[in-house]
């Protein structure tokens, strides 16, 4: 099955820095997409990012940017100039497209912005 | 604006019970999923639907099976209910093709005792 590995259980990020959550996958379909979301204290699940496999740039979403390496299957989200808002558990996940359309998620990060 | 609706915030129920969560969408979305959320596991594949009457397997089935009889809802059922199934449950919804947004429900709190 394929499998998200999410190495950084918590992250301690300071305000208006730049932090980097890392993410690899592990797949053998050719045609998949990558996705991060942040979920906050109060539970619900914001997507923030989306990058498909075969596109070519990597993905911006405003200060979240996916760093992109298919040869090495890691997807990496950057996230400029921190806030204290952005504390939360940030997870990545992959869903598989054509016979299989299953989408599964690494373990998470928790993100710490300190003042 | 799509809306997955979780029919029940917080549960508590007794070890044996039968157990149902139910989810909602009104997107005419095709595939929905149950997860269930652990604190240092992640989000955990249960099951996963891509069209009514049609089910997949995850990665945790065992102790729970799923029910979608129409489109726009997907039924969690733990057949009898242990303590090990205390957890946050997930449902999620996604049209099939590429590159569209999955939308969750707020979650579901489920508490065996």
């Known amino acids: 099955a394929q499998k998200i590995t999410q190495t950084q259980p918590g992250m301690f990020v300071q305000e208006k820095e730049a932090v980097t959550l890392d993410c690899t996958y592990d797949?053998?379909?050719?045609?998949?997409?990558l996705f991060w979301y942040k979920q906050p204290s109060s539970g619900e699940m914001i997507f923030l990012i989306y990058?498909?496999?075969?596109?070519?740039q990597n993905a911006t979403e405003g200060r979240y940017s996916l760093n992109f390496q298919k040869a090495r299957k890691s997807a990496n989200l950057v996230i400029s100039a921190s806030q204290l808002g952005d504390s939360a558990m940030y997870f990545c996940?992959?869903?598989?497209?054509?016979?299989?359309?299953?989408?599964?998620f690494g373990a998470g990060t928790r993100l710490t912005v300190k003042p | 604006d799509v809306k997955v609706t979780q029919s029940s915030r917080y549960l508590v129920k007794r070890t044996g019970e039968k157990v149902f969560l139910e989810c909602v969408q009104d997107?005419?979305?095709?595939?929905m999923f149950w997860y269930r959320q652990d604190p240092g596991l992640g989000l955990r594949l249960i099951y996963f639907?891509?069209?009514?009457?049609?089910?997949e397997k995850g990665d945790i089935p065992e102790g729970y099976s799923v029910s979608r009889e129409k489109k726009e809802r997907f039924s969690l059922i733990l057949e009898s209910a242990s303590t090990n199934q205390t957890s946050m449950y997930l449902c999620?919804?996604?049209?099939?093709?590429?590159?569209?947004?999955?939308?969750f429900g707020e979650g579901s709190w489920l508490t065996v005792v």
């Open positions: 990058q498909g496999s075969y596109d070519q």
């Open positions: 997107m005419d979305h095709e595939n």
């Open positions: 996940a992959m869903r598989r497209f054509g016979n299989n359309n299953d989408m599964r």
């Open positions: 999620a919804s996604t049209y099939t093709t590429a590159g569209n947004t999955i939308y």
């Open positions: 639907s891509y069209d009514v009457k049609m089910k």
């Open positions: 797949t053998s379909d050719p045609s998949y997409g």
